[in-house]
């Protein structure tokens, strides 16, 4: 019997610390100049995603299913454009673009959502859609 329970337990343990990995999550990526790129993914959990991207093409996107989802999208000069879809509980989303032609789009489906973004000198552009219940949006736009 507690041979049994013991063989269980070290079964359980060794099962969730694979597991572990795949719920932790978390991407984490710099880069600097030329053909920036990124993309996304993720399901489940708290994940992360945060990007910062410093000039030419940037581009970034993300993507997050269930769980406390937090992704950060930050560019500084050059083509930028953004992007963060979040479907889940407690996810928020930011973006910040400095310089050349913007483009954000973060779009938020669940509940206690956040978004927020600035957007500084030259063209341009946002589109934050939430849906759910206690959503906040806070964006700050400068567009000569």
């Given at each position: 019997?507690?041979?049994?329970?013991?063989?269980?337990a070290?079964?359980?343990?060794?099962?969730?610390?694979?597991?572990?990995?795949?719920?932790?999550?978390?991407?984490?990526?710099?880069q600097?100049?030329?053909?920036?790129?990124?993309?996304?993914?993720?399901?489940?959990w708290?994940?992360?995603?945060?990007?910062?991207?410093?000039g030419?093409?940037?581009?970034?996107?993300?993507?997050?299913?269930?769980?406390?989802?937090?992704?950060?999208?930050?560019?500084?000069?050059?083509?930028?454009?953004?992007?963060?879809?979040?479907?889940?509980?407690?996810?928020?989303?930011?973006?910040?673009q400095?310089?050349?032609?913007?483009?954000?789009v973060?779009?938020?489906?669940?509940?206690?959502?956040?978004?927020?973004?600035?957007?500084?000198?030259n063209?341009?552009?946002?589109?934050?859609t939430?849906?759910g219940s206690?959503?906040?949006?806070?964006?700050?736009?400068?567009?000569?």
């Amino acid at each position: 019997m507690i041979r049994k329970f013991i063989i269980t337990a070290v079964a359980a343990t060794v099962i969730a610390a694979s597991a572990a990995p795949a719920m932790a999550g978390g991407i984490h990526i710099d880069q600097s100049g030329f053909g920036n790129q990124v993309g996304g993914g993720q399901s489940g959990w708290n994940h992360s995603f945060a990007t910062k991207q410093t000039g030419w093409w940037n581009k970034a996107v993300s993507q997050q299913f269930g769980g406390n989802n937090v992704s950060a999208i930050g560019q500084q000069g050059n083509n930028n454009y953004g992007d963060v879809y979040q479907n889940g509980w407690n996810n928020q989303g930011g973006v910040g673009q400095f310089g050349d032609n913007h483009t954000a789009v973060i779009t938020q489906d669940g509940n206690g959502n956040i978004a927020a973004g600035v957007q500084v000198g030259n063209n341009c552009n946002a589109n934050v859609t939430q849906n759910g219940s206690g959503n906040v949006t806070a964006f700050v736009q400068a567009c000569p």
